[in-house]
């Protein structure tokens, strides 16, 4: 047995012409070439921010060579794509060329179709694919800067075919109609109910569902409205002043001279902490900074971003005519997402009464954004029928189209409306029934 062995492997070493001694080694120098290029495609664009700055940071002729081969991401991309594509064939017409010299395999295609493809599609994907992309992948920086400049020379090398490549895939692109897949944010927040789960806490559910519709609240729907803002006017004397301060609790009180859609700034109270032992003379007034306007349309996420930029927490907002609306805080825009944020000094900014799950009591002036969040329903319900209204008075009286009287009724498909405090000029307190028909005294709306 061990003879037989000795003779097939003595045979087919003889069966080794220079050719493809010279072939198999061709072969090697090209699986090296494609574990270059394949390490290559991983190693400069799996490049972190910071791994770029680490690059930048480095002073040498090796540094500006990966810098300027990343200006053009796209010329890069095609010089490896070409490079690889033309090796892997060379290696596929070589090993070709080898298999049918040492074997016969004219008549057992079989064979042929297991080395041809199988075989050498194994070596070209372990050592041609595989090992240098796990390597590149742990070594991004270090491969990218000992393979810069042969990359550089290779992208001059297959320019032609880099090139033509670009401009295919460019008029292509141009060519292929691409359709837009807008979703909306109910949509979104559906999504959202299907995949999570009943194990998924209902806080997180929560702050899901309030970063997909953070970017579609507008100013105005969550605005602390005008006749519920502490505001003081310029000219009140230093004692007052602080007993209105600890009266209310708050750490910045907008100040307005002679009536509130004249506002002169914002005073915070850490501001007067030095002079709270200064004789009452005090001009406080010194001490106020400029306020912050914004209208009632702003968007939140963009009003949050100009707090992040202008590093403040407060901003009055104005309606179309420059009145004051009311005023906005951050923690107003970060209870939009996280829910309702309280301290020591808090008290319920929502006055409500929950007599059951489906009978509620609440203030006329209670928002319908805190409607929602209360009673669950989901948000955008009354959109269609709200008109300009940010409240649920506001609802009413679009709905009905008047002050209701006490003890009148509106519905609104499952929902029923029961006026229990009102006045000729507004709407104070309203009981509000889910899931309820009633016929009596009632203005229904469909």
């Known amino acids: 047995?061990?003879?037989?062995?000795?003779?097939?492997?003595?045979?087919?070493?003889?069966?080794?012409?220079?050719?493809?001694?010279?072939?198999?080694?061709?072969?090697?120098?090209?699986?090296?070439?494609?574990?270059?290029?394949?390490?290559?495609?991983?190693?400069?664009?799996?490049?972190?921010?910071?791994?770029?700055?680490?690059?930048?940071?480095?002073?040498?002729?090796?540094?500006?060579?990966?810098?300027?081969?990343?200006?053009?991401?796209?010329?890069?991309?095609?010089?490896?794509?070409?490079?690889?594509?033309?090796?892997?064939?060379?290696?596929?017409?070589?090993?070709?060329?080898?298999?049918?010299?040492?074997?016969?395999?004219?008549?057992?295609?079989?064979?042929?179709?297991?080395?041809?493809?199988?075989?050498?599609?194994?070596?070209?994907?372990?050592?041609?694919?595989?090992?240098?992309?796990?390597?590149?992948?742990?070594?991004?920086?270090?491969f990218a800067l000992y393979v810069a400049k042969p990359i550089i020379f290779f992208s001059h090398f297959f320019y032609p075919f880099s090139w033509f490549l670009m401009g295919s895939t460019y008029i292509i692109d141009k060519r292929v109609t691409r359709k837009s897949h807008k979703i909306s944010?109910?949509?979104?927040?559906?999504?959202?109910?299907?995949?999570?789960?009943?194990?998924?806490p209902e806080q997180e559910r929560k702050i899901l569902k309030g970063i997909v519709k953070f970017g579609n609240i507008e100013v105005k729907e969550i605005m602390k409205s005008r006749v519920d803002v502490t505001a003081v006017e310029i000219k009140t004397d230093f004692k007052q002043l602080i007993n209105i301060i600890l009266e209310s609790g708050y750490s910045r009180i907008p100040v307005y001279k002679e009536n509130f859609d004249s506002i002169a700034g914002v005073l915070h109270i850490k501001d007067l902490l030095p002079y709270?032992?200064?004789?009452?003379?005090?001009?406080?007034?010194?001490?106020?900074?400029?306020?912050?306007?914004?209208?009632?349309?702003?968007?939140?996420?963009?009003?949050?971003?100009?707090?992040?930029?202008?590093?403040?927490?407060?901003?009055?907002?104005?309606?179309?005519?420059?009145?004051?609306?009311?005023?906005?805080?951050?923690?107003?825009?970060?209870?939009?997402?996280?829910?309702?944020?309280?301290?020591?000094?808090?008290?319920?900014?929502?006055?409500?009464?929950?007599?059951?799950?489906?009978?509620?009591?609440?203030?006329?002036?209670?928002?319908?954004?805190?409607?929602?969040?209360?009673?669950?329903?989901e948000a955008g319900f009354f959109d269609e029928v709200k008109g300009d209204s940010d409240t649920i008075a506001g609802l009413l009286l679009e709905l009905g189209g008047k002050i209701p009287e006490k003890n009148e009724k509106i519905v609104f498909k499952n929902f029923i409306f029961t006026v229990e405090a009102a006045d000729k000029r507004s709407i104070k307190r309203i009981k509000v029934t889910k899931n309820g028909i009633s016929k009596n005294n009632t203005n229904e709306i469909e």
């Open 1 to 142: 047995m061990q003879y037989t062995q000795l003779f097939v492997i003595i045979t087919i070493f003889k069966s080794f012409q220079p050719e493809m001694i010279f072939g198999i080694l061709v072969i090697i120098f090209l699986l090296f070439c494609t574990a270059i290029f394949s390490g290559t495609e991983i190693a400069f664009f799996s490049l972190s921010p910071a791994q770029l700055d680490e690059i930048k940071t480095i002073k040498s002729k090796k540094s500006k060579e990966v810098l300027k081969l990343l200006d053009n991401p796209k010329k890069l991309l095609a010089t490896i794509l070409v490079a690889n594509t033309f090796i892997n064939v060379g290696i596929i017409i070589i090993s070709t060329y080898i298999t049918y010299g040492l074997f016969n395999l004219n008549d057992n295609a079989l064979w042929g179709f297991l080395i041809q493809v199988v075989l050498v599609t194994f070596i070209i994907l372990l050592f041609g694919e595989i090992i240098p992309k796990i390597y590149s992948t742990h070594h991004s920086v270090k």
């Open 276 to 377: 709270l032992d200064i004789p009452q003379g005090f001009k406080w007034q010194t001490l106020i900074r400029n306020a912050y306007f914004v209208p009632e349309s702003k968007k939140i996420n963009n009003l949050l971003e100009e707090f992040r930029e202008k590093k403040i927490h407060m901003a009055i907002v104005v309606d179309e005519y420059g009145g004051t609306s009311g005023l906005l805080t951050l923690e107003d825009i970060m209870e939009e997402i996280v829910g309702e944020i309280n301290d020591e000094f808090d008290i319920e900014d929502v006055v409500f009464s929950k007599l059951d799950e489906n009978n509620f009591v609440f203030e006329g002036k209670t928002l319908l954004n805190d409607f929602y969040k209360i009673t669950g329903v």
């Open 185 to 200: 944010i109910n949509e979104l927040s559906k999504a959202l109910d299907l995949t999570t789960n009943k194990d998924t």
